[in-house]
């Protein structure tokens, strides 16, 4: 039971889940401030997280049938890759589709019912709110195919999330809320940026046009992340602007060597996927790298994880800064 649990959450790509954990506390501890609903907070995450894993499954149930449908896909080579984690499980047969159409059925369900709860309880705002995330959530299969995918969760984490969020915990808007969301919005991006230039081969083959593989190699591609990381530090000074919290913010400042870092170890995977950076103290947490290195998914997983730990560290520090801002 258990090991079917895991198995389940793992083609999920729960690994993938604090991005929006920590999205979430940040506006979280800012509605506290604000006299917001804890109780209604904690369930937003629950919808979020729910809704997060589904619309990871039918992504990847969506890149399954256009797989199948590629003439000279050959299911042998494409489990061998070492890269290319999405959609395995159904290649191998861990999972069918019926069972994986049961169990995004079972995400969005649960979403669904807490989206309508708070809805009762804090009015047509959450509905407006949850069903343009449902949209994009919905859609984002087919926006991640026309070079919309960035545009698609930079909506999604920044704005509807934020607002979202506040709303359910204050049954109020708030514009400060948005523009407090840009930071940790921006180095979402950065994470699924990072997927599409690792994804870059594949993507052309397949025929999914992405921002990344517009580009004439990945190695050209990495001018787009260096922008986006310039963008997200640069934008923790609106906040300061904006009066919405003071110097404090600039904790996370404290996080760009890990942004050169992850930007370095890119490089390098540009010039030879194959090659896999030394594991270093501050790259925690990597778990389950025993199993990686059996599967020859170090490579590729090495740099997942330094971008999702660098979102994690960044938006930890956001947080901290937001808080002893309107302590002191």
């Known amino acids: 039971m258990f090991r079917k649990l895991f198995c389940i959450f793992e083609c999920s790509r729960i690994f993938s889940l604090p991005m929006s954990i920590l999205s979430w506390l940040i506006v979280f501890m800012y509605s506290i401030s604000d006299s917001g609903n804890i109780f209604y907070g904690i369930l937003t995450l629950i919808g979020i997280c729910f809704a997060h894993l589904g619309t990871n499954l039918m992504d990847d149930l969506i890149d399954y049938k256009y797989l199948m449908k590629s003439v000279d896909f050959d299911k042998k ?13 159904l290649v191998s047969g861990a999972l069918t589709e019926k069972q994986v159409i049961f169990i995004i059925s ?45 545009f698609a969760v930079g909506l999604t984490y920044g ?4 607002g979202g969020v506040y709303y359910s915990m204050t049954e109020s808007y708030s514009n ?6 840009i930071p940790s919005m921006i180095m979402t991006i ?27 190699s990945q190695l050209e591609s990495l001018i787009i992340l260096k922008w986006l990381l310039i963008f997200a530090y640069s934008t923790v000074v609106l906040l300061c602007i904006f009066d919405i919290a003071d110097w404090q913010v600039f904790l996370t400042f404290l996080t760009i060597p890990l942004a050169v870092d992850l930007y370095q ?9 194959e090659t896999v950076p030394e594991k270093r103290w501050y790259h925690f947490p990597m778990e389950n790298w025993k199993r990686l290195e059996e599967r020859q ?22 947080t901290l800064g937001i808080v002893l801002s309107l302590l002191i």
Not at 132 to 150: K, N, V
Not at 159 to 162: D, E, N
Request: hydrophobic share 45%; net charge positive.
């Open 77 to 89: 080579t494409y489990l061998q890759n070492s890269q290319k984690t999405k959609c395995r499980y």
């Open 190 to 216: 950065v994470l699924l940026y990072i997927h599409t230039v690792m994804d870059y081969d594949f993507d052309t083959n397949e025929g999914k046009k992405t921002i990344s593989n517009r580009f004439n």
């Open 106 to 150: 079972i995400y969005f369900s649960i979403s669904t019912i807490i989206g309508l709860f708070l809805y009762l309880k804090c009015g047509i705002g959450v509905i407006y709110f949850a069903v343009i995330g449902g949209i994009i959530g919905l859609l984002y299969p087919f926006l991640s195919r026309i070079c919309l995918s960035e």
């Open 297 to 318: 998914e170090t490579s590729f997983m090495m740099r997942m994880y330094q971008s999702r730990n660098l979102m994690i560290y960044f938006s930890t520090f956001l």
């Open 176 to 181: 400060e809320v948005f523009i407090l969301s």
């Open 265 to 273: 170890s890119l490089k390098l995977f540009s010039e030879n996927p």
């Open 159 to 162: 704005p509807v999330l934020f």
